[in-house]
């Protein structure tokens, strides 16, 4: 089991930027893979981006250049930096963890609200 919590969501104007964290509940260290998704009202839940425990990145192709995802293990928390932030980013923006030991599952936080204003 992890909990997961996630905080920095708000309202900024275009070509702003916001950090997002994602602090787990355990070592992130045994968690395989961390990421941030988004989901904007009427919308499927999308990634934005991933890090592996080894350090691997993963993009959408909509963020690259502006967002970068990285994570602290001492502090057992994954860090979102957005900049160059645009009015299409405005969603629910959550916090993932999949571990694939005895079998895949994944854990979500609450999602924070991140609102770009034009």
């Known amino acids: 089991q992890v909990q997961l919590v996630e905080s920095g969501g708000g309202l900024v104007q275009a070509g702003g930027s916001l950090r997002l964290s994602c602090a787990a509940s355990?070592?992130?260290?045994?968690?395989?893979?961390m990421g941030w998704f988004r989901q904007a009202p009427g919308k499927q839940r999308d990634l934005v981006a991933a890090i592996t425990n080894g350090g691997s990145t993963n993009y959408a192709d909509s963020v690259k250049g502006r967002f970068t995802v990285s994570r602290d293990n001492a502090k057992n928390t994954v860090y979102l930096q957005m900049n160059s932030l645009k009015p299409e980013d405005t969603a629910v923006y959550y916090c993932?963890?999949?571990?694939?030991?005895?079998?895949?599952?994944?854990?979500w936080g609450q999602g924070t609200q991140v609102t770009v204003a034009s």
């Open positions: 355990r070592n992130i260290g045994s968690i395989d893979t």
């Open positions: 993932n963890a999949l571990i694939r030991l005895f079998g895949p599952r994944n854990y």
